[in-house]
């Protein structure tokens, strides 16, 4: 069926470091592909999307770009803060369904 | 400003209590979701509605039920609660085109089941 697997947290990151998160999919079609975040006591809320194949959503400083090749939705930062400690989620949609990942745990340290 | 409020933050009930949890969306979205969070599982559907008095089961639905009797609210029903239902619970709301459309999740509701 589909999923998402993401690489497992949680990630630990001194301040200005750059920041890869893992997302590898499996989809029958074409899926959306998202990022959410979640911050501490809080609901999760949209990072970005990306909606078809080599599309590269960004916000924050943060990127994914869609690779239908290799499967992935890997999420990027070039400069991360302490204000980005978080759990990150990565998804798919497609028709009446969002699957999500695990999500990954960051910490950043200053 | 878009908002997803819940009834509680924190909740605490003894096995075999009937628990309810609230959700009001102000957004006028035809779709809401009721999730549950788990430690190295992510989200986990629970059940959604595309309209007023409607529902789908998600993928994991057993000893949950839901209503829908406005369209801005949204609520949770645990006939008979458990130790394993203990967990957080976000609600969600998004316009049509579930696969496409933004998610607005409230702030969860962590329910304790002693």
């Known amino acids: 069926g589909d999923s998402v697997t993401q690489m497992e947290g949680p990630v630990t990151l001194s301040e200005e470091a750059f920041l890869t998160i893992n997302c590898t999919y499996t989809a029958t079609g074409y899926p959306s592909l998202f990022w959410y975040v979640q911050y501490p006591g809080e609901g999760l809320q949209l990072l970005l999307k990306a909606t078809k194949a080599d599309d590269k959503g960004s916000n924050k400083g943060f990127e994914a770009t869609y690779r239908k090749e290799t499967t992935s939705f890997h999420l990027e930062k070039g400069s991360v803060q302490v204000s980005d400690s978080a759990v990150y989620f990565c998804a798919l949609g497609y028709g009446n369904k969002l699957v999500f990942g695990a999500g990954t745990i960051l910490r950043v340290k200053s | 400003d878009v908002k997803v409020t819940q009834s509680s933050r924190y909740l605490v009930k003894r096995t075999g209590e009937k628990v309810f949890l609230e959700c009001v969306q102000d957004m006028d979205h035809e779709n809401m979701f009721w999730y549950r969070q788990d430690p190295g599982l992510g989200l986990r559907l629970i059940y959604f509605s595309y309209d007023v008095k409607m529902k789908e089961k998600g993928d994991i639905p057993e000893g949950y039920s839901v209503s829908r009797e406005k369209k801005e609210r949204f609520s949770l029903i645990l006939e008979s609660a458990s130790t394993n239902q203990t967990s957080m619970y976000l609600c969600?709301?998004?316009?049509?085109?579930?696969?496409?459309?933004?998610?607005?999740f409230g702030p969860g509701t962590r329910l304790t089941v002693l």
């Open positions: 969600a709301s998004s316009l049509g085109g579930i696969g496409y459309n933004e998610q607005f």
